[in-house]
């Protein structure tokens, strides 16, 4: 099968480098999530500026630097779907990040699991094919090891509930069959998203630090498709919340590193 011919070579016939320059003080610790409406709620919430901007082919991205706290964080919105996702990380790792915090929406498989809660993947189903360019073929990679502990102990300080688990990563929402559900569950899956597992092999190849998470949105462990919160524009309040979590988790996870 084509995915299980991964080559570890590290230099490509095209490098992040042969087309993005460094750029001098570039924030070493970044921030991203999906979520438009978070994403610009976030933006209007913190002292800011401009400090780059890179592409796919039909959109600019734009990255700023935030004040936080008297820190300086990169923030950008990052693009749905791991091919997508992972090449503007390429990007930005070859402007000079360091660390990655990523935070956007999953799919629960699990109906327990209430709408906006935190969860932490702790591996993930590599139903994508970008993490086969970076990793070699393996049904899970782990996910998060580094700064677990360290993250859980944040978020029990706030009394924010979570939840940890497998995550389910796949290329295409309208593919998600209730046979895959299934049998995701049964492999250990308590949620899907699309970029989990392509992240962490980027990670891995690219010696980058970075730690993941999602708040719930649809529920698809029912009869019918549950939307719950998954409109960007729906409890904002409540993801206002998990996106300054997000923003201290960057702040204290990576701190001594």
């Known amino acids: 099968m084509i995915l299980t011919q991964f080559d570890p070579e590290y230099q490509a016939i095209i490098n992040p480098k042969d087309l993005v320059a460094e ?4 924030p070493k610790t970044v921030v991203t999530c999906f979520a438009r409406a978070t994403f610009n709620r976030v933006l209007n919430a913190l002292p800011h500026r401009l400090i780059a901007t890179t592409s796919v082919a039909n ?14 964080l990169g923030f950008f919105n990052s693009y ?28 629960v498989l699990d109906a327990t699991i209430s709408e906006n809660s935190i969860i932490i993947p702790t591996s993930a189903i590599r139903d994508e094919g970008t993490s086969y360019h970076y990793q ?8 998060n090891q580094a700064y677990l502990t360290r993250a859980i102990d ?24 209730r046979d895959k559900m299934i049998q995701r569950k049964q492999e250990g899956a308590i949620c899907v998203d699309m970029e989990c597992s392509a992240i962490a092999a980027l990670a891995a190849f690219r010696q980058l630090e970075h730690f993941q998470f999602f708040y719930s949105a649809d ?39």
């Open 136 to 143: 070699p073929a393996s049904h899970d990679i782990t996910v």
């Open 154 to 177: 944040v978020l029990e300080q706030h009394s924010q509930t979570y939840t940890l688990g497998k995550t389910w990563t796949t290329d295409e929402i309208y593919r998600e069959t």
């Open 23 to 26: 750029i001098d003080n570039f």
């Open 80 to 107: 749905v779907g791991a091919a997508g996702c992972v090449g503007v990380l390429e990007d930005i790792i070859a402007m000079g990040m360091k660390q990655l915090l990523v935070f956007g929406t999953c799919r």
């Open 219 to 257: 529920n698809l462990d029912a009869d019918e498709w549950d939307a719950r919160s998954l409109a960007n524009e729906a409890d904002l309040e409540a993801k206002d919340n998990i996106a300054f979590i997000a923003l201290e988790l960057a702040l204290r996870l990576f701190k001594d590193n």
């Open 59 to 72: 959109l600019d991205i734009p990255i700023y630097e935030l004040d936080v706290k008297g820190h300086k």
